[in-house]
C-alpha cells in the first residue's frame, strides 16, 4: 500500500491550497488528512467515507472541503482562507476496507505566512 501526497507549499493569510493524495495497493473505506503543527499533537483535519459522509475538525469548517475520487482511489483537501494557524505538515491518511489497517503518506508541508 502506497499514499503519495502533494499539493503542499507557501501561501499568504487568507490563500487557498489543494492537497491530492493518490493510494494504492488496497480499497479504502475511510480516507482523510490529518495534520501536526511544531510541538503540537497530530490532529483530524477531514475525513470521508467510501459513500461520500465527511467529518471536519471544528477549526475548518466552512473554510476547508474534502473530496475523494474512488476510481482514482484519489482524497482531496480544498483549503480556502488559509490562516497562520493552520500551517503543520498535512498527512493523507487511509482504512483499508478489508485489510482493517491504518495507512498513512509521507506528509507534506503547508506554510500560511506574509
Known amino acids: 500500500v502506497q499514499l503519495q501526497a502533494s499539493g503542499g507549499g507557501l501561501v499568504q493569510p487568507g490563500g487557498s491550497l489543494r492537497l491530492s493524495c493518490a493510494a494504492s495497493?488496497?480499497?479504502?473505506?475511510?480516507m482523510g488528512w490529518y495534520r501536526q503543527a511544531p510541538g503540537k499533537q497530530r490532529e483530524l483535519v477531514a475525513e470521508i467515507s467510501r459513500g461520500g459522509n465527511t467529518n471536519y475538525a471544528d477549526s475548518v469548517k466552512g473554510r476547508f472541503t474534502i473530496s475523494r475520487d474512488n476510481a482514482k482511489n484519489t482524497v482531496y483537501l480544498e483549503m480556502n482562507s488559509l490562516n497562520p494557524e493552520d500551517t503543520a505538515v498535512y498527512y493523507c491518511?487511509?482504512?483499508?476496507?478489508?485489510?482493517?489497517?491504518?495507512?498513512w503518506g509521507q506528509g507534506t508541508q503547508v506554510t500560511v505566512s506574509s
Open positions: 495497493g488496497s480499497i479504502f473505506s475511510i
Open positions: 491518511n487511509a482504512f483499508g476496507a478489508s485489510t482493517r489497517a491504518n495507512y
